[in-house]
């Protein structure tokens, strides 16, 4: 009885632990985003954690005559990548993510997470004369 008492524990275990790494672990997609780097903050009570917001170019919304504001938030790992978009609040960014299923404490509040910077660049000057 003991012993089948411990396989039916070991699956449980081994299925919930499956279970966890799928939907925190694994990376579900990938890719990249650009835009103007909106705000960078680190945040957090327990975990600190470096999280920020993207504001992609683009107004057209679904429906005739509306706007739509096309944000991305995300959060980042790496002290080294958080360090430099510390300094480029108001840049054009170009920034390679990771999409997990779910959000972790420790790794960010959001599922998408930065792993490199592609491009830091200063927005184009725009023309207000017209």
Do not use: C
């Amino acid at each position: 009885m003991g012993r089948f008492v411990f396989i039916v524990v070991s699956i449980i275990i081994l299925v919930l632990g499956g279970i966890f790494f799928y939907k925190y672990y694994f990376v579900f997609g990938q890719g990249v985003k650009a835009g103007e780097l909106n705000y960078f903050v680190q945040k957090g009570y327990i975990f600190k954690t470096y999280e920020g917001k993207l504001i992609q170019s683009g107004y057209r919304g679904k429906v005739a005559g509306t706007i739509q504001s096309n944000e991305f938030q995300f959060s980042v790992a790496s002290e080294r990548i958080a360090q430099q978009l510390m300094t480029a609040s108001g840049k054009v960014v170009e920034l390679h993510y990771k999409e997990y299923l779910g959000a972790i404490p420790w790794r960010g509040y959001s599922p998408f997470i930065v792993d490199s910077i592609i491009s830091i660049t200063n927005p184009a000057p725009q023309n207000l004369i017209p």
